[in-house]
């Protein structure tokens, strides 16, 4: 029961850091680095912010994998005796769109940082009209990430509550 709560603890910590970063980076970085003050370091600012924050994520991605697969062995999701039973639960149904969504934000994120966004700062002095498009494509990306992972929590708080929207 102790490694449970360990693995329950990572969990719920590494969720905080995560949502709460990009909550963060959107409501307090974006609006500072827009801020004229900071019109010459703005780039600056928003790439080293981007490159730390990325660091960390897939650190955090790894806490994800490492503690969720632990949680879901715990609750016997992966015992032989249990089958396939447990994930055709209303329960075990929660925990696969949990995953499937853990799977698309792991992609979109990949897309994100080491495509569109270094593509942003690549064409930023070359060619505008790239720049723009990048720039917007990964506006998109970091929202619909945000988006996802704010899904995966409640879907998280939900399934641990044992509630499930599958009937």
């Known amino acids: 029961m102790l490694f449970y709560f360990i693995l329950l603890i990572l969990h719920i910590f590494s969720a905080m850091i995560w949502v709460g970063g990009m909550i963060f980076y959107v409501i307090v970085v974006m609006p500072v680095i827009r801020n004229l003050e900071f019109k010459d370091h703005k780039l600056k600012l ?3 912010t981007a490159l730390h924050f990325r660091n960390i994520s897939y650190f955090i991605f ?32 929660m925990f696969l769109t949990k995953i499937g969504l853990f799977t698309v934000l792991f992609l979109s994120s990949l897309y994100h940082d080491f495509v569109t966004g270094p593509k942003t700062f690549v064409y930023l002095t070359t060619d505008p009209s790239r720049h723009e498009r990048y720039r917007k494509t990964s506006a998109f990306f970091g929202r619909f990430n945000l988006l996802i992972s704010v899904s995966i929590a409640i879907f998280g708080i939900l399934a641990s509550r044992g509630f499930s929207i599958f009937l």
Request: no cysteine; aromatic share 18%.
């Open 62 to 93: 790894l806490i994800f994998v490492v503690s969720g697969t632990g949680l879901l062995f715990e609750k016997g999701f992966f015992h032989f005796e249990s089958g396939l039973e447990l994930w055709t639960s209303n329960i075990g149904l």
């Open 46 to 48: 928003l790439q080293l």
